[in-house]
Nanobody
């Protein structure tokens, strides 16, 4: 069973930065595509960013482009989300997700939450105005 543990959330003022981490127990982590999602109160879960298994391909939702950066360290089984210039509308619970299996190409990444097989428990990010 794969476990994902997020950390790094907290309360920050608008314009500030946070770095989220997601540590995975998967032995095949380096072969798995990863993603970050968020869910604000009263709203549906939203895709934020995704990264291919190699880290060479990334994708972001338009609202965070230029402010957030997803990266991974396969030696540490960890994926990161660096969040800069935070806005109050970024307030949400942030979840990391792992796509199981190795049958897809190394440059493939996944945007839809239904494509992911494992999820973390989430970490709260609150941005005050």
């Amino acid at each position: 069973q794969v476990q994902l543990v997020e950390s790094g959330g907290g309360l920050v003022q608008a314009g500030g930065s946070l770095r989220l981490s997601c540590a995975a127990s998967a032995r095949t982590f380096s072969a798995n595509a990863m993603g970050w999602f968020r869910q604000a109160p009263g709203k549906e879960r939203e895709f934020v960013a995704a990264i291919s298994r190699s880290g060479g391909t990334t994708k972001y939702v338009d609202s965070v482009k230029g402010r957030f950066t997803i990266s991974r360290d396969n030696a540490k089984n960890t994926v990161y989300l660096q969040m800069n210039s935070l806005k109050p509308e970024d307030t949400a619970v942030y979840y990391c997700a792992l796509k199981a299996g190795t049958y897809y190409s190394g440059t493939t990444l996944f945007i839809a939450g239904v494509n992911y097989d494992y999820w973390g428990q989430g970490t709260q990010v609150t941005v005050s105005s």
